[in-house]
Nanobody
Framework: QVQLEESGGGLVQPGGSLRLSCAAS????????MGWYRQAPGNQREMVAT???????NYAGDVEGRFSVSRDNRKNTVYLQMDSMKPEDAAVYYC???????????????WGQGTQVTVSS
């Protein structure tokens, strides 16, 4: 059973920084793209940043230059470094990974349970 576990959310002041981590565990044959999404109250879930297994990154326009996504393939972990945070960054942040759980099975999307990020003075 594949599980994604996020950590690192919390309260930060505007202009501050947070670092989120998401570790994939369980039986996995292969891990592809990993990434971060967020959902604020009343809004749809939106992509924040993604990273391929080879390290190619993609960012939403409003976080580019402030957020940085990275991964450690040995630890099956993806990170999101968030700097110069704004009140509009407040949301529940979810990590997502495309994983082949066992040999011969198909790529599937797995989601973490979400971690709350609050940006307020």
């Amino acid at each position: 059973q594949v599980q994604l576990e996020e950590s690192g959310g919390g309260l930060v002041q505007p202009g501050g920084s947070l670092r989120l981590s998401c570790a994939a565990s369980g039986t996995m044959y292969s891990i592809g793209d990993m990434g971060w999404y967020r959902q604020a109250p009343g809004n749809q879930r939106e992509m924040v940043a993604t990273i391929t297994s080879g390290g190619t990154t993609n960012y939403a326009g409003d976080v580019e230059g402030r957020f940085s996504v990275s991964r450690d393939n040995r630890k099956n972990t993806v990170y999101l470094q968030m700097d110069s945070m704004k009140p509009e960054d407040a949301a529940v942040y979810y990590c997502k990974a495309r994983i082949v759980p066992s040999f011969g099975s198909s790529w599937s999307n797995y989601w973490g349970q979400g971690t709350q990020v609050t940006v307020s003075s």
